[in-house]
């Protein structure tokens, strides 16, 4: 029974606020903070169970109502409430399900983004500044704050690639969804005959590794430094203050050259290169998922067609769940959200096909 399990969610609820006070549990920070993180989680929840509880205990009272009253005025106004009572409880019971399907615990995590030029040439790299525009607009409108970390400029514009750290709430649950090839269908700047060129761009997002999900030897990590190269001005480009990090055990390399400062440089480094490494293991979760998921809508598969951007009709495609729209300018313009909202209605409806809640 579902009243049961929010109950059973409910009593758990009331035990990590319990513990959270604790001083044995203060002094264990890692475990203070995912107790924290778990208590954010259930309130969600428990906000729900306590209108559920009571929209049920007021449908019994009105039932008993019903059994009772002789006014027929009376009646009919009980019979109004009913009906809306159990409307609304049908609603609940769907949100409810949803809330209760297991999280993914890198939801709520900040989040690394590459954006990549792929097939189509310099259009292809025009095409990779476009995107990073577009999410740039997306990121202020959420109110979310980014960083580069670093980036290789197109020889005609845009970028080859740039790597950028986004902060905020629950940045990697929303930007997954991103992951792939995004493809452009337009006329290039660079075309004289008018014909239309399809280029391609790859979006990858990773969840931040944070402190305490990976502990990294320093013995294992050799530090290169260099001088900075693109905009920046004179300190920028002839100090030594751009970082690369390598991995001796794993070979994974970072670099990070958009600071000033040598050691601002080597602690942005550091998070994405604990990122990367975390994320070797979190890639074995997300290609078990995509085994029992068919809509492929957030298993980081980086090399499937994810969307079409038409610029002649105006289109933009998402090709996992056949969902079109034809505002593109607003879509480019970081007005990306119902997409999204889209892809998570989706899996969600294939995720509770697959899972036990209570019907």
Partial sequence: MLLLKL??????????????????????????????????????????????????????????????????????????????????????????????????????????????????????????????????????????????????????????????SVTGDGVYGIMKYESGVHRVQRVPQTETQGRIHTSAATIAVLPEAEEFDIELNNSDIRVDTYCSSGPGGQSVNTTYSAVRLTHVPSGVVVTCQDQKSQIKNKEKAMVELRTRLYNLEYQKYLDEISSRRKTMVSTGDRSAKIRTYNYPQGRMTDHRINFTLYNLPAVLNGDIMEIIDKLQIAENAERLKASDIVK
Avoid at 12 to 37: G, H, Q, S, W
Avoid at 110 to 130: K, L, P
């Fill in 7 to 164: 109950e059973g969610i409910a009593a758990r609820f009331e035990e990590v606020a319990r513990l959270i006070t604790e001083p044995e549990v203060i002094n264990d920070m890692k475990r203070y903070v995912l107790l924290n993180k778990e208590y954010k989680e259930l309130s969600k929840i428990v906000e729900f169970y306590r209108e559920y509880k009571n929209i049920t205990e007021n449908l019994d009272s009105t039932k008993k109502i019903l059994e009772t009253e002789k006014d027929e005025e009376m009646r009919e106004m009980a019979k109004e409430e009913m009906d809306m009572l159990v409307h609304r409880r049908e609603e609940m019971e769907e949100e409810i399900k949803v809330l209760l399907l297991p999280a993914d615990p890198e939801d709520a995590k900040n989040a690394v983004m590459e954006i990549r030029a792929g097939t189509g040439g310099d259009e292809a790299s025009i095409f990779a500044g476009d995107l990073f525009r577009m999410y740039v607009k997306f990121f202020d409108i959420k109110g979310w704050k980014y960083s580069i970390t670093s980036f290789t400029e197109g020889t005609n514009g845009g970028y080859k690639e740039v790597i950028l």
